[in-house]
């Protein structure tokens, strides 16, 4: 009998621990259904006025309506977008703070030296990629070039120092100008900034004659004038400005391509679940045609998908941004 009752004894031990081993697996699927029940801390590594800010509101405000939870957008600038990703990292892997990031301070900075506090691959979970633009290379209008091909030349008279402005050191916008650099044998200095924003204004009060910034903060300066933008710096021309020619078409500059993407993160160790709804909801909200259409007017191409296309185009761009970097000698300190 007592052999009975063991046995007994062990089969009530194996149902309730697999009882409990099925409640443990269902945890994160139903916290994936229910996401989200408060509000959500989306973190913008610059400060406000630039693209990525621009992109990520337009994303916080179509979530909201989608959702019925708010999607509180907070900007937190400094050390190259460095210490907004850091609070991320730092943040419970829960689904309630979310980082959208430019590829500077997760995929670029690394690769170009410099030091971080985290590590992007390792701390860091890639949802989706929201958007993605080409970037401008723009002059204050006091600047007598009138194209690309002319400010270049200026740049090898030598006559004057000429300098471009970026959102940071080991921005993609730092890489688009070193690689100018060296493939026209130029030497113009970098000026790097706290963010776009500053930069544009910086150029707009011509402090800096050249920038080198997304698209989006620059798109209603260049209708009314008060910027002119000389090239794109995809390998094809952007819609949002047509009649502005691509870096691409210049003589040497075959191949040349550099683009500004917004892609979204969350803390490493968020449930797999939940990672998966959440590229869900924003895959759905930027396939409305309400916020197409916002982001297009901005030269922002709205792109979204699963958690896994976005890995792959990391990788990718991971691979790209060595060679380029490894090719052109390329390093931030």
């Known amino acids: 009998m007592k052999w009975i009752h063991h046995k007994a004894g062990l089969s009530l031990s194996r149902a309730l621990f697999a009882a409990a081993l099925s409640c443990l697996m269902a945890a994160p699927a139903q916290a994936a259904d229910a996401w989200p029940n408060r509000p959500v801390r989306v973190i913008v590594a610059y400060p406000a006025g ?26 937190r600038a400094g050390a190259s977008g460095l210490i907004g990703a850091d609070a991320v990292v730092k943040s419970a ?4 703070t979310m980082l959208v990031a430019s590829p500077a301070e997760v995929l670029v900075g690394p690769i170009a030296g410099q030091k971080m506090p985290y590590d992007p691959q390792r701390d860091l979970e890639p949802v989706t990629l929201a958007g993605e633009t080409p ?43 070193e690689s100018i650099n060296l ?24 402090h800096i004659p050249i920038g080198i910034v997304g698209m989006p903060p620059t798109v209603p300066y260049e209708k009314n004038g ?19 020619p691509a870096m691409a078409e210049l003589p040497g500059f075959k191949g040349y391509r550099f683009t500004n993407w917004m892609g979204v993160y969350v803390p490493a160790g968020t449930p797999k679940a939940l990672v998966d709804r959440m590229a869900a909801d924003i895959d759905a909200v930027l396939k409305q045609a309400d916020t197409r259409d916002l982001l297009l007017k901005q030269g922002v191409e709205p792109v979204g998908g699963t958690p896994a296309q976005f890995a792959a185009f990391l990788a990718s761009e991971r691979e790209r941004y060595t060679r380029i970097a490894r090719e052109r000698h390329i390093k931030t300190d």
Do not use: C
């Open 50 to 75: 630039g693209g990525l800010d621009f992109v990520t509101r337009v994303l916080a405000q179509q979530l909201t309506k989608k959702t019925g939870q708010t999607f509180v957008v907070e900007n």
């Open 93 to 96: 892997p829960d689904g309630y």
């Open 226 to 244: 008060q910027l002119r933008v000389l090239a794109v710096t995809s390998d094809k021309r952007s819609g949002a400005m047509p009649n502005v």
């Open 135 to 177: 970037l401008v290379i723009a002059v204050n209008p006091a600047v007598k070039a009138k194209s690309m091909q002319e400010l270049l030349e200026q740049a090898r008279g030598g006559g004057t120092t000429l300098s471009y402005g970026t959102p940071g050191n080991g921005s993609s916008m730092n890489f688009a100008g």
């Open 183 to 206: 493939v026209a044998g130029t030497s113009i200095q970098h000026v790097p900034y706290k963010g776009a924003a500053p930069a544009v204004s910086d150029l707009l009060g011509n």
